[in-house]
């Protein structure tokens, strides 16, 4: 049984991935070209916004997403304290401070109420991360942000296709991005990511930012991450693909739900992911919480169950962050979390099989406690 079985997608292409490739070979449009602009044009209508600015990963597109709203020196950025390193590490690098909020305990999203109390005069935006697939609290978020004149950043790495309220993600702020790693839920074969937005004036800078400040234009110094050709036309190939996969992953999300009810587990040992209203949670990873997660995590690899933690701390807590001075008390739900989350195999192409072996075996641990 494997984590992520990203061959079985790719097997699934075959043979056209091959003659893809081979196409991107004879045409030898390596950097940018026409399967780049195809693809932002792909990209743009599948997130339902007019302007797809592609570039080299997610974590450039949040960066470059920063300093098209205008981060910089002196001001605060407030972000959540789970997610994955670049959706702070990026706020740093345009010069601005960290501020770390609190999560939901149901949803591990960010805590719209502890944004709040953390605003302050220097506060310019948010970034929100729709963790695991499911959205965060736009509704909340996006209130707040006008309440207070900021600007709202989604970080959609995780959570391509999924809906709040019916609404795609990425259409409540100012602008929303992508990672296309191999293993998200659109991936490429290396590293790409791309920002949408509705607001023209961010789809311009950022295209220019992107690229040296426009090519023999050079309006300003900007950086140099853009997407290959190759990546492109790969991800032109799954698009097609990706609602299907994504129904796949909700599915057998749905099926753990009901093999852990079924064994007893669900609400008791186990408390399986909570769907938040209105939201369309498209499984990213699929995290139960549990108590002494350490034991159970080595039983289950013990017994050849592959699992994850996603994250092993909350992101202040690292020592990258010693400098914040943040302690667990700050941010208790964030802390007790990294305790006690855990991701459980989930793909496409995970076999129900596979599903009933992971639930028996965590039943099997919780008998013998
Ligand atoms: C993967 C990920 C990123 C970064 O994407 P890369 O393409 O790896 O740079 C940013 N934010 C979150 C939440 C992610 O999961």
Redo the contacts with the bound molecule.
């Keep these: 049984m494997q984590f992520v079985d990203l061959y079985a997608q790719h097997r699934e292409l075959e043979p056209a991935l091959g003659e893809t490739i081979n196409r991107v070979i004879r045409d030898s449009s390596f950097i940018r070209g026409p399967e780049v602009e195809l693809f932002e044009q792909n990209w743009a209508k599948a997130a339902q916004v007019p302007y797809c600015i592609s570039c080299a ?6 960066y470059i997403s920063l300093r098209a709203l205008g981060a910089g020196p002196g001001d605060e950025v407030i972000t959540t304290s789970h ?2 390193i ?2 702070s590490e990026t706020i740093t690098q345009t010069g601005a401070r960290v501020v770390f909020a609190d999560t939901e305990t149901d949803s591990f999203n960010i805590d719209p109420e502890d944004v709040k109390r953390r605003i302050t005069p220097k506060t310019k935006g948010i970034i929100a ?1 729709h ?1 695991y697939g499911q959205p965060a609290n736009m509704k909340a978020l996006s209130e707040i942000a006008k309440a207070h004149g900021l600007w709202l950043i989604e ?1 959609s ?2 959570a391509h296709l999924a809906r709040l309220d019916d609404c795609p993600i990425g259409t409540f702020g100012d602008v929303a ?1 992508f ?3 191999p293993g ?1 839920n659109l991936g490429a074969m290396g ?3 791309a920002l949408v937005t509705t607001r023209e004036d961010i789809a311009e800078f950022a295209a220019a930012f992107a690229r040296h400040g426009g090519k023999d234009l050079h309006v300003m110094e900007g950086i140099c991450s853009r997407m290959d050709g190759l990546q492109a036309a790969i991800l032109n190939l799954k698009l097609p693909h990706l609602e299907r996969w994504t129904q796949a992953r909700i599915a057998r999300a749905d099926n753990y739900d009901r093999l852990f009810t079924e064994a007893g587990l669900a609400g008791g040992e186990v408390q399986i992911p909570a769907r938040m209203p209105g939201t369309l949670h498209v499984f ?1 990873l699929y995290v139960i919480r549990v108590k002494k997660r350490n034991e159970l995590r080595q039983y289950l690899n013990d017994s050849g169950v592959p699992t994850g933690i996603h994250y092993k701390r909350p992101l202040p807590l690292y020592p990258a962050y010693d400098y914040l001075g943040y302690t667990p008390a700050d941010i208790p739900n964030a802390s007790q979390a990294a305790q006690e989350i855990l991701s459980l195999p989930l793909h496409p192409h995970l076999d129900e099989t596979d599903q009933v072996t992971v639930v028996q075996t965590i039943a099997e641990f919780f008998k013998d406690q």
């Design positions: 990963n997610g974590t450039d597109a949040i997610s994955w670049s959706t991360v963790l970080d790495a995780q991005t990672s296309f790693y998200k590293d790409a990511g990213h």
